[in-house]
């Protein structure tokens, strides 16, 4: 045999798969020989998923979320608190978010946050859109829900500047303290400290 | 959002990739999300590829090695030793054996190898085709490559009672013994033991 496997099929199925990432030529080629020896159908069907995938999902025009539609369901909806938008990472964050269910505002994806080291400055996110949005639609509170890290800081930071033009906007962020079931002697000493110093009244945290 | 995720087609992305062995929900919705920000092309190429892969493969009539044609170009070519055939237990093992560049028969691929425990019993392999090819072909050597465990050995010993009706025909398996690069220390007492059995000439491993 000249080439490496018995079949240029099989050759660009491991190509493709093993441009993945965490995915390498082993990994890749286990995935193919898993699928030649599956119905057919379920190898058409993964292959026609991922080609709909990236074929059919656009960016929401709104809150740049994922979609179908050219406004995200989120956005469309009338059932949602149309006042407060949570300003998050990407798309994984309005999952996690969701997945809580306790927020019912409107979202905006950045597409990142601010990172000097990538390369990444506040021009190349949406952020502007952001401010357009809450100049034109009736926002009231926009809650940052960046991560706890620094950059996360500094583009809370920066949003936050470019919101104070906004004197009747209420800029939130998400509460930081310790983790629900963590001990104390697993937390870290600054996040300790911060749940001392922002520590809440106990009779909040039943009833209400 | 009254789903998991914001769209069906990435809804359907995700559980068809977390299909595949190894990967999980949240792995599968890693690689998704990951071709959401690539080109469009390459995840059009991937898809196609999967596609490909299963409708275009099939198996070669004679060695049971993935082929796109009905005969596999090992079994079909000219240049190969014609009367010797390595037996091996799957696809897989035809590939490690090809890469070392030392074997130029051909092939025949059980499928597995027979394993009580998992159900797998000598009928369910392609043994039978393998004395019948022994029979019809002018084989001279049969190289029983299987793994190094009870199962292959089991297996092995199996397919050379099958093939002992032939009287002229040569039936070797792998040799046994310490990988090139280890040291005594860490080879285990059996494989010590038959390297020490097994030993060759010294003057057979220069020139020849």
């Known amino acids: 045999m000249e080439q490496e496997f018995a079949s240029t099929l099989l050759e660009n199925a491991v190509r493709e798969l093993s441009r993945l990432p965490g995915i390498g030529r082993k990994t890749a080629l286990r995935l193919a020989l898993h699928l030649l020896r599956k119905d057919e159908a379920e190898a058409v069907a993964l292959g026609q998923s991922l080609i709909d995938l990236r074929t059919g999902i656009t960016y929401c025009r709104s809150c740049h979320n994922i979609s179908e539609t050219e406004i995200c369901p989120v956005c469309a909806s009338t059932g949602r608190d149309r006042a407060t938008i949570c300003v998050v990472e990407n798309v994984r964050d309005v999952m996690s978010v969701e997945r809580t269910g306790q927020y019912h505002g409107l979202y905006h ?12 400055g506040p021009e190349m996110l949406e952020i502007d859109s952001l401010i357009e949005r809450v100049g034109k639609e ?3 509170e926009v809650i940052l829900a960046l991560g706890a890290t620094m950059e996360g800081d500094t583009t809370n930071f920066y949003i936050y500047r470019k919101l104070s033009e906004f004197p009747d906007l209420r800029v939130t962020q998400l509460a930081r303290g310790m983790s629900v079931g963590n001990d104390l002697e697993y937390t870290d000493e600054i996040t300790l400290g911060r749940s001392l110093l922002q520590r809440t009244l106990f009779s909040d945290s039943f009833g209400k």
């Open 109 to 120: 994806v950045l597409g990142g946050i601010i990172s000097p080291m990538d390369g990444i």
């Open 138 to 140: 009736e926002i009231r």
